[in-house]
Structures are given as C-alpha cells and as structure tokens.
C-alpha cells in the first residue's frame, strides 16, 4: 500500500504501526521520527511560520476572510506517487491541510485514492483515529494494541495523581497575540496529570481570550504551549510577551511556575506522544510524585526577569 499522510499525527501513528516503508508523501511539518523527514512533502503553507505570532495570525487571517486556504498541494507530484490512501484531517483548517485543501488535486487524478479524514475531538478520540488507520491499512490488531497501551498508560498516571493533597489551578496558553487557551483533548490532559483547566472545555475547540482574563481568575500554574512551537520557541515568545498591569502578582508568578514546553511534539498533535504529554503536566504539576517515562528536555521554567 502506498500512503500519503497530509498531518504529523498520523505520521507518526503509521510509523508506529511499522508502517514507514508505505508512507511515500508527508507535509511540511512532519519531522517524526526523524525518518519520516527524509519522504517528499506535498504540502507547504502559504504563510510564514517563523513570523511573530501576532502577524502569523494576521497572515492566516487575511487568507481565510478571502476564502483561500493556507496551504498548497503540489498535485503534480501527488499524481505522480500514486497514492491508494492518503490520511487528512477536518478539526481545524490552521493546523494541517483539509479535504477542501485536497479538493483540486483529488479531481486531476485519474485513479482517485481512498482519503481518510480525522477530526478527534478527545483523548479517546485519538486511540479511535489510531484503530481507524489501522483499520483502513489492514494493521487493526497492531493499532488496537497500541491504543490499549495508550490508554492504560493515562489510566495509570491518573491513578498515581489520585492521592495528591491539592489539584493546582492552571491556565494553558495556545497563542499569546492574541491570547488562546487549549482546548480540544488539552482540557482532558490537564485534568489526567492531577490538575484544574481554569479555562477550557474538553472535546471543545480552543478560544480566543484576554490577559485580563487569566489575572481574574489567578492561576497557580502557566503553561505556555503555542501550537506547533516547541521549548525554545514558546519561552522566547512569552518573554517577549507585554502583560498587563497585575500579570507580575499571579501565583504563578510569584512561585515561579510558568513552564514552557515542546507543544508541536506533546499537545499539538492528535497523536501516541499525547501520553508523553500527559505525563509531562503530572510531573510539573505534582513535582513530589515519581511520574514514569516523562521525556526530557520536553519542558522548562520561564524565568522572569
């Protein structure tokens, strides 16, 4: 079977069901494992990515008031690696190409492949979407497998946060210009790791909202994880972020628990390191608890200077 993967999650999803050898085309932001880099990307965006993320939304926003999409499908060479699935997404049409995105493309080809589209909207969701690939690549007792081990691995850290003497009040941070908070399975992930999601909704898309808005509500814990940023990125960006009066007398601030930490490989995406991510915030929000298999270097303390 010849498979296009049009989102790093699924990517790594068919890598993980030892499906490397059949992916033949990713996109631009696939970059796990390091091998899935090395197959041709048909999708690059239309915006610039290392832009500040007040004119990245501008940009995305400008193209979408004008009903174009902010990606482009080389469909010259979508034709020519003859694919018989290609795997998209239809949960949010900034992070990674759509069936819409496909649309043009799909119509030039004279054999048209089998398209799977994904709109996870919960932890449980993702395992689904890991059983439905395997499904539709004939590897489901693979993909059950792993979704089963994905979800006792949750299940187990939960049961480890269970006895904490107190649940910390936590903000997370999507987008700092202008602020978002995570939404989707992020609310679902705060709460696994021993934690209360001051703002979002789990299964519920992310939101726009002001910095007022989280002084109001004083969190204990900030966790910075813009979309598709990692460590590095997301500490410079909240450092480089002007808050308003009262922002420096948060409890997270003054107890310094403002943590950035790698979004693109641990919340972003609707993927297996989710259970990586969850245990990432069990660690920072239970420090005292011994929290198996927590990555390194997945996180780090925003100093405030």
Known sequence: MRIVSLLPSATEILYALGLGDSVVGITH?????????????????????????????????ELMSRGESIYAVDDRLLRSLAPDLIITQDLCH????????????????????????????????????????????RRLTEADRLATELARRVAKIELLVAGAAARPRVACLEWLDPFYVGGHWVPEMVACGGGV???????????????????DVQPEIIVVMQCGYGVARNREEYRRTKFPT????????????????????????????????????????????????????????????
């Open 29 to 61: 932001e696939c970059d796990f494992p390091a091998e899935a880099a090395t197959k041709p990307p048909l999708i690059h965006p239309r915006v610039d990515p290392s832009a500040a993320p007040a004119e990245l939304d501008r940009q995305v926003r």
């Open 197 to 215: 999601d001051l703002f979002g909704r789990a299964g519920s898309a992310s939101f726009r909202i002001t910095p007022q808005q989280v002084i």
């Open 94 to 137: 900034v992070c990674a190409a759509s069936p819409d995105d496909l649309g043009t493309a799909l119509a030039r080809m004279q054999s048209p492949p089998d398209v799977l589209s994904l709109h996870p909207q919960t932890l449980a969701g993702v395992w689904d979407n890991i059983r439905e690939i395997g499904k539709a690549t």
């Open 246 to 305: 009262g922002w420096n007398d948060l409890p997270a601030i003054r107890s310094g628990r403002v943590y950035a930490v790698d979004a693109n490989s641990y919340f972003s995406r609707s993927g297996p390191r989710l259970g990586d991510g969850v245990a990432i915030l069990a660690h920072l929000f239970h420090p005292e608890i011994p929290i198996p298999e927590v990555p390194e270097q997945a996180f780090s303390i925003v100093e405030i200077t």
